[in-house]
């Protein structure tokens, strides 16, 4: 009966901890932690505070094997002390300490209570940890660029509005590298072009938007002239494009879109970054097909494309297993903004 009794404590015990936890992950709030803060003797951890104070005494008492000695260590009078073990006792129906003695000596079910709760603590600290952890949380970030990336670049800067102490870092990097770095879990999010995730089963993405497809050309090009472009007009053109090192799928893309549209494209020149490929194209070396979106008008002419199978969508990636509440808060943070963004 006794061990039953101290069996059902400490699922007590256990359930709150627990329930604490989950309350925690699900809001992600920080007043939480306010609550972590409480005012204590300065004795116990921060995070012991999340566990009952007469248990906190007990382990206090059975560890000094004193009440005199525990009381000064706690900093409170021993006849209170005293009554504070005497009402845990009370709740939980067993006696904990043998005062027979000149001593306090643990019963077996003392010696039993003692063993879980010192699990529990450990547990309670491991917790109290974990959430410090989130409150200095690092987030990588991985993009293909950082002007064909600026709408992102905004919805950080919302979601750092009231997430300061996060710390976002941005990587860039080719297109297979962002998948790389992600399934090697270098990065915590990638964005980029659908074809350089899709074919993966351990990655997650949301479609953020959809690009627009044109030609570019340098200003002094025949095309120049044009307000749109039907991709018939593309079949003798020579093409600068992305090299497979650059992004394999992509560029297997490119090549069964062409096909799709009725020709086989005459590359001139594959670069091995998008930064190369618009200068070669600004300078009269051929041209290419991008979205709209990742090009200035300053630099090379920007026509709609017609009539095309190429196309793209952008996406934001993380692995299927991300399960880190703050990455979680800022991936729903981002979907939010495009949500809005869109409409």
Not at 141 to 153: H, P, V
Not at 292 to 321: G, Q
Request: hydrophobic share 40%; proline share 2%; aromatic share 14%.
């Amino acid at each position: 009966m006794i061990v039953h009794v101290i069996i059902w404590y400490i699922d007590k015990l256990r359930f709150i901890v627990y329930n604490i936890y989950g309350f925690f992950i699900s809001t992600c709030k920080s007043s939480y932690l306010e609550l972590v803060y409480l005012k204590s003797s300065g004795l116990f951890y921060r995070g012991d505070m999340m566990l009952e104070q007469k248990v906190l005494y007990f382990i206090t008492v059975a560890e000094e094997k004193s009440f005199s000695a525990a009381s000064k260590k706690l900093y409170l009078s021993q006849p209170n002390l005293s009554k504070q073990v005497m009402l845990l006792e009370r709740e939980i129906g067993v006696t904990l300490f043998d005062r027979s003695g000149y001593r306090p000596v643990l019963t077996t079910a003392g010696e039993i209570y003692y063993k879980e709760c010192k699990k529990i603590q450990k547990q309670v600290t491991e917790l109290y940890n974990k959430l410090q952890q989130l409150e200095s949380h690092e987030i990588e970030i991985g993009f293909t660029g950082l002007y064909q990336n600026r709408r992102i670049i905004n919805a950080i800067n919302e979601f750092k509005k009231e997430n300061s102490k996060v710390k976002i870092s941005l990587n860039k990097f080719n297109f297979d590298d962002t998948v790389n770095s992600l399934l090697n879990q270098k990065i915590h999010i990638s964005f980029g072009i659908e074809s350089n995730f899709k074919h993966y089963n351990q990655i997650k993405y949301h479609v953020l938007y959809n690009y627009d497809i044109c030609v570019i050309c340098s200003f002094d090009h025949p095309f120049a002239k044009y307000t749109e472009l039907d991709v018939k007009q593309l079949i003798n053109e020579e093409f600068i494009v992305l090299s497979k090192k650059y992004g394999f799928q992509f560029y297997q893309d490119f090549i069964k879109a062409c096909k799709l549209d009725g020709f086989v494209p005459k590359i001139k020149k594959e670069v091995e970054s998008f930064d190369s490929l618009v200068f070669d194209v600004s300078i009269g070396e051929g041209v290419a097909i991008t979205s709209c979106d990742v090009v200035r008008s300053e630099e090379v002419k920007i026509i709609p494309l017609k009539n095309s199978h190429h196309s793209s969508k952008y996406v934001m990636a993380y692995l299927d297993k991300e399960q880190n509440p703050i990455t979680q808060k800022l991936i729903h943070s981002i979907l939010n903004y495009f949500e809005l963004y869109n409409k």
